[in-house]
Each structure stands twice: as structure tokens, then as C-alpha cells.
């Protein structure tokens, strides 16, 4: 039976469960729809894989596809999918890489960018990839091209360190503390190149390691630190170590999450507002006049009203890494941020990298003699409900049930991405999206006081579980 690619594809990837919905014919089609869709025959295409147990398999079979139609494929190994953009930047060709973020360890898939580390979405390609590969698969013939392609490999985990390091400067620092979770991820093996002192001279920094041994079945717990319960070794090692910061990683190590010195969670919007002000001071300091910030719908108003006071300019989008980056080269933004902790960087591609954002945070927090909880309270002005999800059978009907509720309150609605309702006198307000890649409905609410965000979040999740 010839797998249904539609089932893997999504909206900005491709995740599947492995030996169902993605399996290695599936990828070999895929490597050869890659190289005939972006015209890439006789052209350099890298790729990579995370240390879940099928990389290793879809590695070879994505290099067998494309070189199959005339592509000279570089094989990276082990990598984090920051990696893959540092590379496809630097080296300016596309590349994928596989992995399936944080979802469970049944899981892989794809993340894809063109030359630059531009990325692919439905709409820029992947559903011509898509359907190109279903070809592919339902002939089970994948012709070979006129002139034959090639493979070799490459280690970029130096190079991707230096550069790095030549962004934030940490060696000036005061000496911190940090507990580092990998969870089991690629964070394991870049966080010792990036922070410590295993490609590059050591920094100021005591790294204390929490599940860096790469294994793709995920031992300890999920590499989803969005999930309270991901977060709980990490906060207790914060404390009992008595460290200055903690940092949770996601399996793919594109995303990084905070820790303070009391166990206590930064939200990703108070990183977000945080790294903009510096990123935004660095381009004044360069003659850069009103640089430009990137923030999705559901980060804190505290963002954009930073960005203001620091003399930046804010762009609201809506979620999803491929629109950011987008966005951050029109705008040619200098960063930007999501709640979900994927932090951009014009420097970095506009890509994102969960570890320059943690680098900036290590530098703000050893550049000044206060513990993070305290910096932080100065991005976290507002209260802030979190990331809440709701599995709806009809998501658009529930939207507008919550949508007609507040129709007679003085209120503004967006329907930028899923839809938003703001209160008039700015006290409040919620926005509810359904998920590209989960069935779900998901809530993300913030108020002036915590009485108020409570209010209106308990009044609106009780609407979408009514419906």
C-alpha cells in the first residue's frame, strides 16, 4: 500500500510516525521531489538527522533520492536543525534535516530550507515536494539522472560554535552557574561546543548536565519543555545546585527555555522582550535607525511596548517559524520571538536558534550583579495564562461561539491567525488557534491583573469544551 504523503506533510514540515505514515521509500521520493522541485541537479544539498533511531536510516535513504537525480548531497551526521541553517547560511545550499522536534520517540520527519536558510512551507514549495514525491512512490521508480550525483560529508559543529561565540561575547562575564536539560536531545551535543570547552576555549561558565547522552527513546522525559512536567528535573537541579540559571532544551534543540535561580520559569515573551532590547541597542550603536522586531500574536503586549520605549519598531505576525522568517526578510528585522521559545536572528540567517537566544540571556544575566528572577520581573509586566489545549471535534465552530459571546463587549477582533479578542481599554486579551500539527485548539490569554486573566481564560475555555 503506497503511504499518503498528505498525512506527514504539514503546513511548515514534515512529521509522521515511523514505519506508518514515514518510512524510508517515503523519504527516498522525497530526496528525489527535493532535488527536481528546486531544480537542484548538479547543485550541493545537505543533509542531517537528529539522534532519533531512524535518522540514521533516513539519512541514507534521503541521499539515495537526491543523488539518484543528479545531486552532490553532504552528509552532516548528528546535528540540531539550528545546525542545518547554520550550514545551509553559511555554505548557502539547501538542506533538510530530520527530526521530529519534541513529539514522542515513534516520531520523525522533516524540516527543510532552501540556499540561505530560507525556509519551505506549504505555500513556498512543500506541497509541490509533496506531490512530486507521491509520484515517485505510487510509480516505485525513481529514474536516474543524465549526469550521476555524488556524496560526501562534513562536521560543521566547530565552525557552527565559533560562530556563535563571535555573536554574544561570553568571556567577560561573571562566573555563572548553569544546569543545562538536553533531554536526551541534540542540545547534548552542541551545548559542549557552544558553552563549554569541548571545541573552543572554556568560558565563564560551570555547566552542570542533565541527560546529555543522545538517545532518540527520550529516557528521562519528553524533549518538550513547553509541558510543565519537562521542566520539574531541571528546576529541582536549579535549586540544589544553588545555580545562577537553568536551560531546557526541546530534542532538536532549535527551542530553549529559562530557568531562574529559584526554579521558577521565564516566560519565552520576557526572553523575547529581553534579547530585543539588546539586539535592538547592538543595531542603534551600528547607525541603525528604528531596527526592526518580529513577534507572534500570542507573545506578551510587553514586547511591543519595550520595542517602542527602546526605539524599535514592533511587526506582529502570526505563528509558525516559516511566516517569521518570512517576515524578518522583508522587514529585514533585526529579531524576533515567539511564546513558544523560537527566537530569530538576522544575523543567524533569520533562523532560529535556541542557543543564541539562551547566550544572549547568559550575557545579560553576567553583565550585571542581579539574580535573573529579579532582571526577568522587569519583562513580565503582565499576567500570563500559558499555553492551553483543547481537543475540539469542530474548531471553527468553536471560535465563533467564543467570537458571538463577546460581541456585545467593547472589545477588537483579529483573525490574523486563528482569532484574537482584545479588550478596548487594553486590560485583556485571548487568542485561540488551531494547531498545524497536534488536533487541538489551543488557548493563550494575558490580563493586567491575574484575577483578570483568570476570569476571562476560565469563561473562554469553558465556551470552546461546551462546544
Not at 572554556?202 to 519528553?222: C, K, M, Q, R, S
Not at 526578510?329 to 536572528?345: D, I, K, L, R, T
Not at 486573566?453 to 465556551?463: F, G, K, T
Amino acid at each position: 500500500m503506497t503511504i499518503d504523503l498528505t498525512e506527514s506533510f504539514k503546513a511548515y514540515d514534515v512529521r509522521g510516525i515511523v514505519g506508518e505514515t514515514i518510512t524510508a521509500d517515503s523519504v527516498r521520493a522525497v530526496g528525489a521531489a527535493f532535488v527536481d522541485v528546486l531544480d537542484l541537479s548538479g547543485k550541493q544539498v545537505l543533509v542531517g538527522g537528529d539522534m532519533r533511531p531512524s535518522s540514521g536510516e533516513f539519512i541514507q535513504a534521503f541521499s539515495e533520492g537526491a543523488t539518484r537525480r543528479g545531486a552532490h548531497v553532504t552528509d552532516l551526521g548528528l546535528i540540531s536543525t539550528d545546525m542545518l541553517y547554520f550550514a545551509s547560511g553559511q555554505l548557502q545550499a539547501p538542506g533538510v534535516v530530520f527530526t521530529a522536534s519534541h513529539n514522542p520517540a515513534q516520531y520523525n520527519g522533516m524540516k527543510m530550507s532552501r540556499a540561505g536558510a530560507v525556509p519551505l512551507s506549504a505555500e513556498t514549495g512543500l506541497s509541490e515536494i509533496r506531490d512530486a514525491a507521491q509520484v515517485y512512490l505510487r510509480s516505485g521508480d525513481i529514474p536516474a539522472a543524465g549526469t550521476p550525483g555524488s556524496a560526501d560529508a562534513a562536521d560543521m559543529l566547530a565552525d557552527y560554535a565559533a560562530y556563535l561565540r563571535s555573536l554574544v561575547d561570553l568571556s567577560g562575564i561573571r562566573k555563572l552557574k548553569v544546569v543545562v536539560d538536553a533531554a536526551n536531545g541534540m542540545a547534548g551535543k552542541t551545548t559542549p561546543a557552544v558553552l563549554g570547552d569541548a571545541v573552543l576555549p572554556a568560558l565563564p561558565l560551570e555547566i552542570v548536565p542533565l541527560y546529555f547522552e543522545l538517545d532518540g527513546t527520550f529516557p528521562n522525559h519528553p524533549a518538550n519543555p513547553l509541558e510543565p512536567e519537562n521542566l520539574r528535573d531541571l528546576q529541582r537541579a536549579v535549586v540544589e545546585h544553588g545555580a545562577d540559571i537553568g536551560l531546557a532544551f526541546d530534542g532538536d534543540a532549535d527551542r530553549c527555555f529559562v530557568i531562574d535561580e529559584r526554579g521558577e520559569p521565564v516566560s519565552p515573551s520576557a526572553v523575547t522582550a529581553l534579547v530585543a532590547r539588546r539586539e535592538i541597542a547592538r543595531a542603534q550603536a551600528s547607525g541603525e535607525h528604528q531596527p526592526v522586531i518580529i513577534h507572534n500574536l500570542i507573545t506578551s503586549k510587553a514586547v511591543p511596548e519595550l520595542v517602542e520605549r527602546a526605539g524599535g519598531r514592533a511587526v506582529q505576525t502570526r505563528v509558525g517559524h516559516s511566516y517569521i522568517k518570512a517576515v524578518m526578510a522583508e522587514e529585514s528585522a533585526v529579531f524576533g520571538g515567539e511564546h513558544s521559545a523560537h527566537y530569530y536572528f538576522r544575523d543567524f540567517f533569520n533562523a532560529d536558534t535556541g542557543m543564541l537566544a539562551a547566550m544572549h540571556v547568559l550575557a545579560a544575566l553576567g553583565e550585571q550583579d542581579r539574580g535573573l528572577g529579579e532582571l526577568a520581573a522587569e519583562y513580565s509586566p503582565y499576567a500570563a495564562s500559558g499555553e492551553i489545549n483543547s481537543e475540539v471535534e469542530d474548531k471553527a465552530a468553536a471560535m465563533e461561539q467564543v467570537v458571538d459571546a463577546f460581541a456585545d463587549r467593547e472589545v477588537e477582533v483579529s483573525r490574523l491567525d486563528g482569532v484574537t479578542v482584545s479588550a478596548a481599554d487594553g486590560s485583556w486579551w485571548f487568542n485561540l488557534r488551531p494547531s498545524n500539527t497536534e488536533p487541538y485548539l489551543r488557548f493563550n490569554g494575558e490580563g493586567r491583573t491575574e484575577e483578570l486573566m483568570s476570569a476571562v481564560r476560565d469563561e473562554v475555555l469553558q465556551l470552546v469544551r461546551s462546544a
